[in-house]
């Protein structure tokens, strides 16, 4: 076989790349030789993947349910990707510790391009949660969701750690308190986090054991996760580029797209299939795990806004309205879920 110029290319920069890491071509072109080749199944792993869902109960449909919830935290996985990837200014390291795409500033394409990336992500899940709303027969899904408790998708830490990437944590405060905690450390800003509050027994104010548990594993991880990206969360990265680029309109339409997917889109779905599976209109039906998902999840309660200074005060004001209006319409029968 004739060594050509571009596999001599090759190979000299094959040799460099290893060099710089002391290691010798050699070694790794023999590995080459005695490796086989990949294949689908074990590249994606597909036995290891569909060996993960193990069901509590003998209902059909719980199948359907575990593998939704495992498919949004996969979506939760790739949006934590990109996020890392803005707040570090696209910032990656190899498994070689080669720096594949540094830059002191962040690129105002780069941001638009990854935020495009996590809006998709969001409306591919809030899109497919019709299989939720309709792909269990309710019977089955009242029945061993009953089997679960304590365990709720309240318990989703990915989704936690998105919130504290996006924004600044002033903002996810419980809004009875935002205002005297605006200047708060970051840390009292976490404790009285609005999702705080998501899982508290009515009758006596008490936590349930879904938050109980959810604070044990998470709450340090949180608070760590939030020193490492509250410096460099979306707002901060956005507010570091030029005059010109933050009066970008693509990248504006972006954040805005991205603060109605997660905090009016996202809940919103998760409150329309709540309506479908549990609402009597008695106004007293709780969640998987005890959560009061008719106070936790409609937008208007907490009014959840990532970026406030790209709305007006009446697009605030009206947080979350229009999409009631027009998308659970038809569910506003159904009782006291939507009362004033």
């Keep these: 076989m004739e060594i050509t ?30 490796a086989n080749p990949i294949t ?4 994606i792993e597909v036995e290891a ?89 309710k019977d089955q899904f009242t029945k061993f969701r009953m089997s679960l408790l304590s365990s709720s998708g309240f318990q ?37 986090i609005y999702w705080r509050r998501g899982a508290i027994v009515e009758e006596t104010g008490e936590k349930a054991l879904t938050l109980r548990d959810f604070e044990k594993k998470y709450l340090q991880e949180f608070h760590e996760f939030a020193d490492k990206y509250q410096p460099v969360n979306l707002w901060v990265k956005y507010k570091t580029l030029s005059d010109q680029d933050q009066k970008n309109e693509m990248l504006i339409a972006e954040l805005r797209a991205l603060d109605i997917n997660v905090n009016v889109n996202w809940p919103l779905v998760h409150f329309r299939t709540a309506v479908h599976y549990l609402s009597k209109g008695t106004g007293d039906e709780k969640g998987t795990g005890g959560t009061n998902w008719q106070k936790y999840l409609p937008p208007r309660f907490q009014r959840r806004i990532f970026y406030p200074e790209l709305w007006s005060q009446q697009e605030k004001d009206d947080w979350g309205k229009k999409w009631v209006e027009e998308v659970l319409a038809d569910s506003i029968k159904t009782g006291s879920a939507f009362k004033k």
């Excluded at 689908?40 to 590249?43: A, E």
């Excluded at 935290?73 to 498994?95: A, D, M, P, R, T």
């Excluded at 903002?171 to 308190?177: D, F």
């Design 40 to 43: 689908y199944w074990d590249y």
């Design 156 to 192: 989703t830490a990915a989704y936690r750690r998105i919130e504290i990437a996006c924004t600044d944590l002033k903002h996810l405060v419980m809004e009875k308190q935002r205002e005297n905690l605006k200047d708060a450390d970051i840390h009292e800003q976490l404790d009285n």
């Design 5 to 34: 110029p571009e596999i001599k290319d090759r190979l000299e920069q094959l040799s460099n790349k290893y060099a710089a890491i002391g290691q010798d071509l050699v070694s790794y072109l023999d590995g080459l030789i005695y």
């Design 49 to 137: 993947l569909l060996s993960l869902q193990k069901p509590k109960t003998d209902f059909p449909d719980e199948k359907i349910f575990i593998v939704y919830h495992q498919i949004t935290e996969l979506y939760f996985s790739l949006i934590l990707h990109e996020l890392e990837q803005v707040c570090h200014n696209g910032k990656i390291i190899s498994g070689l510790g080669q720096d594949l795409g540094w830059n002191d500033t962040l690129d105002c394409d780069f941001f638009i391009d990854r935020l495009k990336r996590i809006n998709m992500y969001f409306e591919t899940l809030t899109q497919s949660f019709e299989v939720m709303r309709f792909g269990m027969e």
